[in-house]
């Protein structure tokens, strides 16, 4: 009997598709959350209502004031006296000239004075943020 000689060829190749899915749904998983964490600071405040509120810009600094005056700079808790401080470093950092000041609407007005002022006196322009009030109120 003769012996037939077969050319076994190894499989040796890679399947990169599985690996492109996983890639793809990791990257969008980060991109999503991502977003959700630079937007949303878990910060609420109950802004004053106005007829003339507008849109924000898509990029600005947010000086905080919640309703027991506790100061807050993008997110971040700062004290009264190291304000100016904070917002300079945060103004320097994303070169940015506006502050958007979000102020509860049971805040003591001093708190949101000594805020502004904060902000005025680096130079940056101010944003006083608010809802928009509905039509016939």
Do not use: W
């Amino acid at each position: 009997m003769a012996t037939m000689k077969r050319d076994k060829k190894v499989f040796a190749e890679i399947n990169i598709v599985p690996l492109t899915d996983v890639c793809l749904v990791l990257l969008i998983i980060f991109m999503v959350s991502a977003t959700i964490l630079t937007q949303n600071t878990g910060l609420n405040v109950d802004l004053p209502k106005a007829a003339s509120a507008q849109d924000l810009p898509a990029r600005n600094v947010e000086l905080m004031v919640t309703s027991d005056g506790t100061l807050y700079v993008d997110g971040q808790a700062v004290h009264q006296p190291q304000l100016a401080e904070a917002l300079q470093t945060k103004l320097q950092q994303t070169s940015l000239n506006t502050v958007v000041v979000k102020a509860d609407a049971a805040v003591a007005y001093r708190h949101v004075a000594d805020a502004v002022d904060a902000a005025c006196s680096l130079g940056a322009e101010i944003t006083l943020a608010a809802d928009q009030k509905p039509p016939g109120t």
